[in-house]
């Protein structure tokens, strides 16, 4: 049986936007992002978190770092209730990438490599899952997967993305929807 899934880009959606995050002191979650993901996950929703990580490429913080990190946001959402079902994370930068993570991938977004793997590894219903998400190329790999909705969060992007999608403010906006759309 396929389920749908709630995808949620990690920084920029889940937590604040600082830059290259890979310390669990430097996070502060966004607003809204437990209660929208709890009733997703009651609308029967799983939860999976597809994100760039060009910290990775560039050097910045290891791929222990990020596990460990996602570890500790894992037990977070643990605490409020919320199973995060699967993370999947891209690595690779073409352009500012070193050494083995200088290249493109399939996985980057805006290519939809990672919910395309999701739906393969979770029996996902691409057709029936969302993506949340703060930049263009969310959007672009939400549309290219084919999936139901795609909700773009203001204030990352300085002009309008293209592709179909909802423009919101904030995280209680994607859960009014959900609550009216199942």
Known sequence: MTQKALFLDRDGVINHEVGYLHRPADVRFVDGIFALSRTAQALGYKLVV??????????????????????????EFQK????????????????????????????????PGMLLRAARDLSLDLTQSILIGDRCSDIAAANTAGLRQAFLIAG??????????????????????LQTHG
């Open 50 to 75: 597809v994100t760039n990580q060009s910290g990775i490429a560039r050097g910045l913080y290891t791929p222990a770092d990020f596990e460990a990190l996602m570890h500790w946001m894992t037990a």
């Open 80 to 111: 409020e209730g919320i199973t995060l079902v699967a993370v999947y994370h891209c690595p690779y930068h073409p352009e500012h990438g070193i050494g083995e993570y200088k290249h493109e991938h399939e996985d980057r977004k805006p290519s």
């Open 156 to 177: 990352t992007e300085p002009k309008p993305c293209p592709g179909a999608h909802l423009p919101i403010q904030t995280l209680a906006q994607a859960e009014s929807w």
